[in-house]
């Protein structure tokens, strides 16, 4: 059963670093991307970026110059790390599998508030 | 980047209703277009993916078209289980871009 889950620190205070973790279970990362996509306050979908199957990523221009993605696949987790976080960084942060393309499979998404 | 335009932004319609969804890219994006639903409170799910395929599980009343620039979700008998917001997304060109999604209700 394919399953993926964000955890993160809910809170972040802003021009702080965000770090969101997808933990997934049922496949393997070498063999599925993973994406990274955001949602502000139930309005429109946001692609980040995604880790390939062979460890290779690609993002989105909007966010290039503070997101890194990363991943550790014995533990099967893939890291969302993003600085300088402002108030419009708010929103649902939500990891998804790739699978013939499409984002076929979400976790349930973890909520993060900048504020302070 | 591209550019999606869904329309139209609310619709309200009744059980058994056939419904269409109208997403337009800006431009040519090759039927890498995906449709998405979401419900409230929930995370997004795949209902079709380049343009016509259903995702498993997906009853059979929704169906996806087009071609280009410009593309259809269709409900051909409208369920009280449809409310939701449907997304579109084009998977042509990075970065991928969603449209802003049409949220359907019951009348």
């Known amino acids: 059963q394919v399953q993926l889950k964000e955890s993160g620190p809910g809170l972040v205070q802003p021009s702080q670093t965000l770090s969101l973790t997808c933990t997934v279970s049922g496949f393997s990362l070498t063999s599925y991307s993973v994406h990274w996509v955001r949602q502000h306050s139930g309005k429109s979908l946001e692609w980040m970026g995604r880790?390939?199957?062979?460890?290779?990523?690609s993002y989105n221009s909007a966010f290039t110059s503070r997101l890194s993605i990363s991943r550790d696949t014995s533990k099967s987790q893939v890291f969302l790390k993003m600085n300088s976080l402002q108030t419009e960084d708010t929103g649902t942060y939500y990891c998804?599998?790739?699978?013939?393309?499409?984002?076929?499979?979400w976790g349930q998404g973890t909520l993060v508030t900048v504020s302070s | 980047d591209i550019q999606m335009t869904q329309s139209p932004s609310f619709l309200s319609a009744s059980v058994g209703e056939r419904v269409t969804l109208s997403c337009r890219a800006s431009?040519?994006?090759?039927?890498?277009l995906d449709w998405y639903q979401q419900k409230l409170g929930e995370a997004p799910k795949l209902l079709i993916y380049n343009t016509n395929n259903l995702h498993t599980g997906i009853p059979s009343r929704f169906s996806g078209s087009g071609s280009g620039t410009d593309y259809t979700l269709t409900i051909s008998s409208l369920q009280p289980e449809d409310v939701a917001t449907y997304f579109c997304?084009?998977?042509?060109?990075?970065?991928?871009?969603f449209g802003a999604g049409t949220k359907l209700e019951l009348k």
């Open positions: 997304l084009q998977r042509n060109s990075w970065p991928y871009t």
């Open positions: 880790m390939w199957s062979d460890g290779d990523t």
């Open positions: 431009q040519n994006i090759n039927k890498y």
């Open positions: 998804a599998r790739n699978e013939l393309g499409a984002f076929a499979y």
